[in-house]
């Protein structure tokens, strides 16, 4: 059964990194010898079990067009909307255009360009027969606060059973687009894929990833995925 499954990748690349405050959206920038969305699709790409990638490129984008990777054959292209859900959810349509409804997608992000293979075998290895589909996660390692509007420690939040979410989010297709139309329709901008499964009712899987499967999101994090790129290539 599990290996009639077939795996697409959607990449949300639509955001215009406002935290980065650079002069290009952050996944334009250069890392490590390419752009950092180049990083992030050609390690989607190259995994032996991804059938194709929907990318989601901004409207007025116009930086997309200048890559090599626009011209691939198994990298398509759907329309960035106001949200990141909104960027999912349209490439979510245009992959059930030529994707079946039962097909797996695996949603990760444009700006986190160190995906390692190995956490993409493991979660399809963990999720290929599991009823709804899941995360990677990182189980939180700092103690948490929880504060109030002023910043004063109201409590200490216990760090059990509490975890960081990243991506890859693997789901159906079919039911994600269905569990994103339903949040959306309720006015719910989910900020992750997992939020919308969560919200029609379902349990997803959280899997520990890597570590260095960093989001950029800061300044300060270029270096960091710099320094990760280089070690991933020396191992
Ligand atoms: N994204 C998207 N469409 C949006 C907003 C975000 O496709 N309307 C994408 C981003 O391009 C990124 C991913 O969703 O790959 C995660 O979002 P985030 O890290 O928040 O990126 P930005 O929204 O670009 O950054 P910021 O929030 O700092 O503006
Ligand atoms: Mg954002």
Same mark, same amino acid.
């Given at each position: 059964?599990?290996?009639?499954?077939?795996?697409?990748?959607?990449?949300?690349?639509?955001?215009?990194?406002?935290?980065?405050?650079?002069?290009?959206?952050?996944?334009?920038?250069h890392?490590?010898?390419?752009?950092?969305?180049?990083?992030?699709?050609?390690?989607?790409c190259?995994?032996?079990?991804m059938?194709?990638?929907?990318?989601?490129?901004?409207?007025?984008?116009?930086?997309?067009?200048?890559?090599?990777?626009?011209?691939h054959?198994?990298?398509?292209?759907?329309t960035?909307?106001?949200e990141r859900?909104?960027?999912? /959810?349209?490439? *979510? $349509?245009?992959?059930?255009?030529? +994707?079946?409804?039962?097909d797996?997608?695996?949603?990760? =992000?444009?700006?986190?360009?160190?995906i390692h293979?190995?956490?993409?075998?493991?979660?399809?290895?963990?999720?290929?027969?599991?009823?709804?589909?899941?995360?990677?996660?990182?189980?939180?390692?700092?103690?948490?606060?929880?504060?109030?509007?002023?910043?004063?420690?109201l409590?200490?939040?216990?760090?059990?059973?509490?975890?960081?979410?990243?991506?890859?989010?693997?789901?159906? /297709?079919?039911? *994600? $687009?269905?569990?994103?139309?339903? +949040?959306?329709?309720?006015a719910?901008?989910?900020t992750? =894929?997992a939020?919308?499964?969560?919200?029609?009712?379902?349990?997803?899987?959280?899997?520990?990833?890597?570590?260095?499967?960093?989001?950029i999101?800061?300044p300060?994090?270029?270096s960091?995925?710099?320094?990760?790129?280089?070690?991933?290539?020396?191992?």
């Open positions: 059964m599990s290996s009639l499954n077939r795996y697409w990748s959607v990449v949300p690349a639509a955001g215009v990194g406002s935290r980065m405050a650079a002069a290009v959206p952050k996944q334009y920038l890392l490590h010898g390419k752009t950092v969305i180049e990083h992030t699709l050609s390690r989607l190259n995994h032996p079990q059938s194709g990638v929907v990318v989601s490129i901004s409207a007025g984008d116009e930086h997309w067009q200048q890559l090599d990777l626009s011209s054959n198994n990298i398509h292209v759907a960035g909307g106001v859900c909104h960027s999912v /959810l349209n490439g *979510l $349509q245009l992959l059930s255009g030529f +994707a079946d409804e039962n797996w997608v695996m949603v990760h =992000d444009a700006a986190r360009p160190c293979h190995d956490d993409l075998s493991h979660m399809i290895d963990v999720l290929k027969d599991h009823p709804v589909g899941g995360l990677l996660g990182l189980p939180m390692a700092d103690t948490m606060k929880r504060s109030n509007a002023a910043g004063e420690v409590e200490t939040v216990s760090r059990e059973n509490l975890w960081r979410a990243l991506t890859p989010q693997m789901f159906r /297709l079919g039911q *994600l $687009q269905q569990a994103l139309q339903v +949040a959306l329709a309720d719910f901008l989910v992750d =894929d939020s919308a499964i969560e919200y029609i009712g379902l349990k997803p899987r959280l899997i520990a990833g890597r570590g260095d499967n960093i989001k999101t800061r300060e994090d270029l960091l995925a710099e320094m990760y790129l280089a070690q991933q290539e020396k191992s």
